[in-house]
């Protein structure tokens, strides 16, 4: 049974690029949550996607944004990628709010 | 909204002693409570979690935690760490109705063999 996946494992971007991460749940799971995590810091949510629907938003700007596709995976897209949004993003799956089963996350680094 | 203090940012031990790593958080109503681990190289992992019941939570690896509503605390502890146990633990909360976990900034712990 494979856990959350996502890719890729590292990323280097320019600044005012954009970017695309990808997430697939653990088997299962139907509800997808994001989060960045700054070095030295705790996981932050971004957002939760459920029904293919943005259920839940953190305090992050309109640049970032998402999508969750029929068989749950989900992406996580930045735009006008700025230096302080270097950081690992994790994706998370529950089963709706149960448990949430983390993957080992995107490294995005800007420069 | 909540948010979650974790009082060490980095501990040392020796094999054998005890541990109790702090978790405060600041919500005054009703609260899930969890601590994951993340070892050197690996996902998050949930180590226990609180929903309701007894405050006295045990979770995988020996870890246990105890919820006191009074001091808004979920300290983790455990009696005897080892070797393996060196990793980075983060206290986590959120209401039962939001999704949106506030994680703490993260205690890493090292056990010296």
């Known amino acids: 049974d494979a856990g959350v996946t996502q890719s890729p494992t590292h990323l280097i971007k320019t600044r005012g690029q954009q970017v695309t991460l990808r997430c697939s749940p653990k088997?299962?799971?139907?509800?997808v949550s994001w989060y960045q995590q700054a070095l030295g810091q705790g996981p932050q949510f971004i957002f939760q996607?459920?029904?293919?629907?943005?259920?839940q938003r953190g305090n992050f700007p309109d640049r970032f944004s998402g999508h969750q596709f029929p068989n749950y995976s989900s992406e996580l897209n930045v735009n006008a990628l700025l230096l302080g949004d270097s950081a690992l993003y994790l994706c998370?799956?529950?089963?709706?709010?149960?448990?949430?089963?983390f993957g080992p996350g995107t490294r995005l680094t800007v420069t | 909204a909540q948010s979650v203090s974790q009082h060490n940012h980095h501990v040392i031990l020796s094999e054998a002693a005890s541990l109790e790593l702090g978790c405060n958080y600041s919500?005054?109503?009703?609260?899930?409570l969890f601590w994951y681990v993340q070892y050197p190289g690996q996902h998050l992992q949930l180590l226990l979690k609180?929903?309701?019941?007894?405050?006295l939570v045990k979770g995988i690896k020996g870890f246990e935690a105890e919820f006191i509503k009074s001091k808004f605390s979920f300290n983790l502890r455990k009696p005897s760490v080892q070797w393996s146990d060196t990793a980075e633990y983060f206290c986590?909360?959120?209401?039962?109705?939001?999704?949106?976990?506030?994680f703490g900034a993260g205690t890493r712990l090292t056990v010296k063999p």
């Open positions: 998370a799956s529950s089963l709706r709010q149960n448990e949430q089963y």
């Open positions: 088997s299962g799971h139907d509800t």
């Open positions: 996607y459920y029904e293919e629907e943005e259920r």
């Open positions: 919500y005054g109503g009703t609260v899930n």
């Open positions: 609180y929903f309701s019941g007894d405050p």
């Open positions: 986590a909360v959120n209401a039962p109705w939001d999704n949106d976990m506030r």
